[in-house]
């Protein structure tokens, strides 16, 4: 912000003056910010606004007021501070533990490309809907992202950018980590982020983006569970699954891990663990001792599971679990249309004509 404020002074003008401000919803009027409503990104530019301005209060107004001689009060408005907060939040990276987050001209000019393989087959993918991708499953389970540490993404970087040392300097390079066509335009990877974050952050999103989530309510996920289970359970039997989660994990609390539904009708392993816990059948309901055995293969609680009867039983009953618990997922989602909307296309034509 000061070397901003010196203008022509500053051996970084000609660097600075490169950059403008970029699109963020942290300048947008009310009108544009009003199309985000009912999106993951809704309110986020509004606390940032809010954040932003305690942030300049308390740490540059003091400072300006404290060196008027060092520092150019009339240029260091709370104006420039979002503009340059804007440059570091979009541009700056960690360059060593000596340097921390730094902006470094040139390494970050690259754009951004999500980290999958099947992203590097022209540039008019985006355009293009992305190819079925494996997915992590056990038999016929749903699929569950996080049951597996591949999580069957295919993640692939096209460069990445490390610090060395060349004749005694210390240097950033720009290394291939992947093969690159020859006239392709050079992508870097920010991160694995949902179109949110790329929004919020940086501006733009992406039109298929396999890190997009959409969060669900939780005492709506709870009240959908109940209505689902209908007349196939009691109301005390409800509760004491509700119960049993609560005294056994903090899955239902708001502040900790959301309930997430991911592109290709996933859900995020909190949500699945809390509705096959809500829809859970009596016999395996009562075979749980504890949270960790939710996710446990073979933990049905069915009788005879050392027999072929028994797994097939078992493997049976999970495969209803799990149908139960998408399901809920899927109706939730149905009554969000602009979330909907994106998220039923990804889903594979079996899965949509199966739960519908």
Not at 14 to 37: A, D, I
Not at 106 to 122: L, P, R, T, V
Not at 323 to 333: D, E, G, K, Q
């Amino acid at each position: 912000m000061h070397e901003a404020s010196l203008g022509k002074e500053s051996f970084w003008h000609g660097y600075l003056s490169s950059l403008r401000r970029e699109y963020l919803p942290l300048f947008w009027n009310e009108h544009e910010l009003s199309l985000l409503q009912g999106t993951e990104a809704d309110q986020r530019a509004v606390a940032d606004r809010e954040l932003t301005a305690q942030d300049y209060e308390q740490n540059i107004a003091p400072l300006l007021s404290k060196y008027p001689d060092r520092l150019r009060s009339a240029q260091m408005t709370l104006d420039l501070f979002h503009t340059v907060a804007s440059w570091v939040a979009s541009r700056a990276f960690g360059v060593d533990d000596y340097h921390g987050m730094s902006m470094v001209p040139f390494a970050d000019a690259f754009n951004h490309k999500s980290s999958e393989a099947s992203e590097q087959q022209g540039d008019d993918l985006e355009d293009q809907p992305p190819p079925k991708r494996p997915r992590i499953t056990r038999g016929d389970l749903v699929p569950i992202e996080g049951r597996d540490a591949a999580a069957g993404a295919g993640l692939l970087l096209e460069i990445g950018i490390c610090s060395a040392e060349k004749d005694g300097e210390g240097v950033l390079e720009v290394i291939a980590a992947s093969d690159i066509p020859a006239g392709k335009e050079i992508e870097n990877t920010y991160g694995e982020l949902g179109n949110a974050d790329l929004v919020n952050k940086y501006g733009f999103a992406l039109r298929h983006n396999p890190f997009s989530v959409v969060q669900l309510d939780k005492a709506t996920v709870v009240e959908a569970a109940r209505q689902h289970m209908g007349k196939g359970m009691t109301e005390r039997g409800f509760r004491r699954r509700k119960r049993f989660l609560e005294d056994e994990s903090d899955l239902l609390e708001e502040e900790d891990e959301p309930f997430e539904v991911m592109p290709e009708g996933r859900v995020g392993p909190c949500l699945y663990a809390a509705l096959r816990v809500l829809c859970a059948s009596d016999a395996v309901f009562q075979g749980w001792r504890g949270i960790a055995e939710v996710l446990q293969p073979g933990s049905t609680g069915v009788a005879g599971i050392g027999s072929q009867a028994g797994e097939d039983s078992a493997s049976a009953e999970t495969h209803k679990q799990d149908r139960s618990s998408t399901t809920i997922a899927v109706r939730l989602m149905m009554k969000l249309p602009w979330h909907a909307c994106l998220w039923w296309q990804g889903m594979s034509t079996t899965w949509q004509e199966e739960l519908l």
